[in-house]
């Protein structure tokens, strides 16, 4: 294993992790980061990128932080963010991983 796949890894554990916390927030992370080349995604996943997602992303993560303010929206949000924080969590960590088989994603 290299190094960049050793990071790449690692760093798609922690932003997976995060997706417990927020949904929308790592991927969106991940999205400006791409866009901006900081990190290069894997090549399946290169449309997270992509200006579309970026705007679109950054909107729902807008949206996911103001709607914790009221309760109602809140409690809604919660019983679906369990199955799309899994989700979420799974893209994030095949999208960062360098070298990864097509097959795999």
Same mark, same amino acid.
């Given at each position: 294993?290299?190094?960049?796949?050793?990071?790449?890894?690692?760093?798609?554990?922690?932003?997976?992790?995060?997706?417990?916390?927020?949904?929308?927030?790592?991927?969106?992370?991940?999205?400006?980061? $791409? *866009? +901006?080349?900081? @990190?290069?995604? &894997?090549?399946?996943?290169?449309?997270?990128?992509? !200006? /579309? %997602?970026?705007?679109?992303l950054g909107v729902a993560t807008i949206?996911?932080?103001? $709607? *914790? +303010?009221?309760? @109602?929206?809140? &409690?809604?949000?919660?019983?679906?963010?369990?199955? !799309? /924080? %899994?989700?979420?969590?799974?893209?994030?960590?095949?999208?960062?991983?360098?070298?990864?088989?097509?097959?795999?994603?």
């Amino acid at each position: 294993m290299t190094s960049e796949t050793i990071i790449s890894i690692f760093l798609g554990v922690g932003l997976a992790a995060s997706v417990g916390f927020r949904v929308f927030l790592p991927l969106f992370a991940l999205s400006l980061a $791409a *866009y +901006f080349d900081v @990190w290069e995604l &894997n090549e399946n996943w290169e449309w997270i990128g992509s !200006l /579309a %997602a970026l705007i679109t992303l950054g909107v729902a993560t807008i949206v996911e932080i103001f $709607a *914790y +303010f009221i309760p @109602w929206v809140d &409690n809604l949000l919660d019983s679906f963010a369990v199955p !799309l /924080a %899994a989700i979420a969590g799974t893209a994030v960590m095949v999208s960062t991983v360098a070298n990864l088989d097509p097959v795999v994603t």
